[in-house]
C-alpha cells in the first residue's frame, strides 16, 4: 500500500480531533490525556492547536493517509518544557490496520526527526515510551532510539513508568556523549 505523509494544514482541526480520540480509545495507556477530557474539548481548542501545528517553527504534527486519502497516523514534535536543547517526539498513533513491518510508523516517525533536525537548534531528540507498551518500545530501538537510562513517571498513573529513549543520531556529538539531557519530560502527548 502507497501512504502519503504530511504536515498537518490549519484547515484540518476536524480530521486531528478525530484521529487523536481514535488514538485515545485504541490505545489510552499511550498517552497522557483521557479521552473523556479531550473529547469535552471544544472546536475552538482543535483550531487553535491544528494552526499551530501547521505553522509554527519548532513544532508540527503531521498525518499519514492511505491510498484512498483517510488519515491512519499521526505523530508530533515538539520542544521539552523546562528541559533545554531537547525536542520529543509524541502523540505517534498509526490505526490497527495499519501497523506492522509494511505500514506508515516508521516514516511517520522520521518526518517527525527530519522537523526537528530542520527546524529547531535542539542537540537532543527524546521520546517516552509506557513500561507496558513492549511492542511501541521494540519499535523505537528499531528506529535507532536508544534507552537514556532516565525513567519518569506516567502522568496518568504514577505508579507506571515511563522509559526516556534518545536518538544518538539526531546530531553530531549527541546521544551518548556526556552532558545529556536529565530526565525530559518527553512523553508529552494531547
Known amino acids: 500500500m502507497h501512504y502519503v505523509v504530511r504536515r498537518i494544514t490549519a484547515e484540518e482541526w476536524r480530521e486531528l480531533r478525530e484521529i487523536t480520540l481514535e488514538a485515545l480509545r485504541d490505545s489510552p495507556d499511550a498517552f497522557n490525556l483521557s479521552y473523556a477530557d479531550t473529547a469535552a474539548q471544544p472546536d475552538g481548542h482543535w483550531q487553535r492547536q491544528a494552526a499551530t501545528e501547521a505553522a509554527a517553527g519548532d513544532r ?44 506508515p510508523a516508521a516514516e511517520l516517525v522520521r518526518a517527525a526527526i527530519r522537523h526537528a533536525r ?51 543520531d539526531f546530531r553530531s556529538g549527541a546521544g551518548r556523549a556526556a552532558g545529556s539531557p536529565a530526565a525530559p519530560v518527553a512523553q508529552r502527548h494531547r
Open 118 to 168: 530542520d527546524h529547531t537548534a535542539a542537540r537532543w531528540l527524546t521520546l517516552g515510551v509506557n513500561e507496558s507498551n513492549g511492542r511501541a518500545l521494540a519499535f523505537y530501538r528499531r528506529l535507532g532510539f536508544e534507552d537514556t537510562g532516565k525513567v519518569i513517571p506516567y502522568v496518568r498513573n504514577p505508579a507506571e513508568k515511563v522509559f526516556i529513549l534518545g536518538y544518538p
Open 60 to 103: 508540527a504534527t503531521f498525518t499519514v493517509r492511505d491510498e484512498a486519502g483517510v488519515w491512519v497516523g499521526i505523530a508530533g514534535v515538539e520542544p521539552v518544557p523546562d528541559v533545554s536543547d531537547t525536542v520529543c517526539v509524541r502523540s505517534v498513533y498509526v490505526t490497527p490496520a495499519h501497523r506492522g513491518a509494511a505500514g
